[in-house]
């Protein structure tokens, strides 16, 4: 007899993945199998029901960011947001992966009220579930706010993407255990219709001459570089700033970071094993800055800014909103900006299409360019 019991998330992915692994010939590369648990309709992390965003795991939330945890955090974001839009001359923010769509509401309010009467906002997210939640919360906006399923032939305006890069993609390289040989990590169908990891040898390799240590395992992000060199080649007229946690090249294979970066969420706990659950949990990876700036460089754009996250919030004004909040909305904007929270893990980097030339006021202090 047919079990009554409904198929899990879990267990229905784990069951398509396994079939794409056996259709690849027994191998299926990691980044293939992160974008299934992440984004394979119906099914992966961000195209499913469940909830993603909240302050605590009461909430059957998984993690929180930035602008769930306090409206400070898109005021302050605002600021810069409203000087670019002034000095580019345009009237439209562009905002990848707009999440709960918490940070679109607070920037749109922010930047009505300075003065930017003709704002459009346009939101390019991947996940249908989260696109419908989006339009309830800036359902009082109206047609001031726009859904787009894929780029703009032309972008003209500001760009904005929170926690937007460390979701995409990586390809795992493992160091052999002899040191001389670099491997790729896939995916392969492990005993009882679970998954494994498997090696095998490879001709990619990472992009720093320094140390690796045998047995090493880190990340490459082909798939966040060739993004922002899609940016470059639609943002005619603009600049783009994103936010995430994430390293510089030298200090993102730095041989004390021997397991890399990739880390799973779930009820607001961190786990390293993306195999597990696919579809029911987050799978991250922190950036490398270095090949981010590297990628927008070389397609045309100007690096503008990079720094960290509390640098540049306190920029943009944080520490005197600070003074107007209450005891706790002080309490959790102080997490945005203190060195063992988010202030530091946390970067911003900021990009100018050809011919855009002024000073950010997110990065006229503490400004970290020569560490890329």
Known sequence: MESSEPVSVSTALRARVRAAIEAAGGWLPFDRYMAMALYEPGLGYYANQSRKFGLMPESGSDFVTAPELSPLFGRALAVQLSQALTESGTDEIFEFGAGSGALAETLIDALLAC?????????????????????????????RVRWLLAWPDEMRGVVVGNEVLDAMP??????????????????????????????????????????????????????????????????????????????????????????????????HLADDDALADPGEKDITAHVNFTGIALAGQDAGLNVIGYTSQGRFLLNCGLAEA???????????????????????????????????????VGFVAGDRMHRL
């Open 115 to 143: 003065g930017h009467s003709t704002l459009r906002y346009a939101i390019i997210d991947l996940s249908g579930t989260l696109r419908e939640r989006q339009a309830l919360r800036l359902a009082r906006f109206g047609d």
């Open 170 to 267: 990586v390809q795992l390289l493992v160091r052999s255990h002899t040191g001389d040989a670099w491997l790729e990590r896939g995916v392969v169908c492990g005993p009882e219709g679970g998954l494994a990891h498997a090696d095998r040898p490879s001709e990619l390799r990472i992009p720093f001459d320094g140390p690796v240590l045998p047995a090493m395992v880190t990340e490459i992000h082909p798939q966040a570089e060739a993004f922002i060199r899609s940016l470059a080649a639609h943002l005619k007229q603009g600049a783009a700033f994103f936010i995430d946690y994430g390293f510089p090249e030298a200090e993102y294979y730095h041989v004390q970071r021997h397991q890399g970066t990739l880390m799973c969420h779930r009820g």
């Open 322 to 360: 600070l003074v107007q909040a209450d005891l706790r909305e002080r309490a959790l904007a102080q997490k945005l900006v203190a060195e063992h929270e988010m202030g530091e893990l946390f970067k911003v980097i900021a990009f100018a299409a050809s011919g855009l030339d002024f000073v950010p």
